[in-house]
């Protein structure tokens, strides 16, 4: 069975501070990690992948298949990152459904 | 078009009551996906088709869900004596291409279902 875990339901940041959401995953094999963020009255939209090693709007995250962990980490936050995050795993072959964790709502402070 | 088109945008149905739910994904796009959205939950998967072939129906919660993309484009979603457990936002997600591959995901706006 594979299982995505995101700890925190909400964080609170000050803007320009560090944040760093969590996802832990539980699967037998080797997975494809993505985060998906919604912002406020858009549709969910996808944010970046692991297997592309990319940064996108200054986030970037690190599959550690020792701790079985995908963290989503942005060095300064800004106000424009408020938005709901979503971690999701898939199967890497035969496997195509998307398991999401439960969601962290991220908050900047300004 | 635009994107993943769903509707109706809000449904609200009485319990016992058939409803129909529907997706007009981008076109071209091979892979179709049909999720469940509880409030404060993540988005749960329900069914899957590539093309009209429906290759994955395990998330389908009970016989009362039925799904079908019978020209392998639009898809509906019907839900057959709806329970208020049944009240969610349901999300259709199309993309490009179909089995292994990497392709990314797009979303709909969703159907938010409410039963009373």
């Known amino acids: 069975a594979q299982r995505v875990t995101q700890p925190e339901k909400l964080l609170s940041v000050f803007k320009g501070a560090p944040v760093e959401l969590k996802c832990n995953y539980s699967y037998s094999g080797s997975p494809e990690l993505f985060w998906y963020v919604q912002y406020s009255r858009q549709r969910l939209q996808l944010l970046l992948r692991h297997i592309s090693r990319e940064s996108i709007k200054g986030f970037t995250a690190d599959l550690n298949k020792g701790e079985t962990s995908f963290h989503l980490k942005k060095p300064f936050a800004q106000e424009e990152d408020s938005a709901m995050y979503y971690c999701?795993?898939?199967?890497?072959?035969?496997?195509?459904?998307?398991?999401f964790g439960t969601g962290t709502r991220l908050t900047i402070i300004p | 078009g635009a994107g993943v088109s769903q509707s109706p945008r809000y449904k609200v149905a009485k319990r016992g009551q058939d409803v129909a739910l529907r997706c007009d994904p981008i076109?071209?796009?091979?892979?179709l996906f049909w999720y469940q959205q509880a409030l404060g939950q993540g988005p749960e998967f329900l069914t899957y088709f590539q093309n009209e072939a429906q290759l994955d129906k395990s998330g389908l919660p009970s016989d009362r869900f039925f799904a079908e993309r019978p020209e392998g484009s639009v898809s509906t979603l019907k839900i057959q004596r709806t329970q208020q457990e049944d009240s969610a936002v349901y999300l259709c997600?199309?993309?490009?291409?179909?089995?292994?591959?990497?392709?990314?995901?797009?979303f709909g706006s969703g159907t938010q279902l409410s039963v009373l």
């Open positions: 076109s071209g796009h091979v892979s």
């Open positions: 997600a199309s993309s490009l291409a179909g089995t292994g591959s990497n392709e990314k995901l797009f």
């Open positions: 999701a795993l898939r199967g890497w072959r035969g496997n195509e459904k998307l398991t």
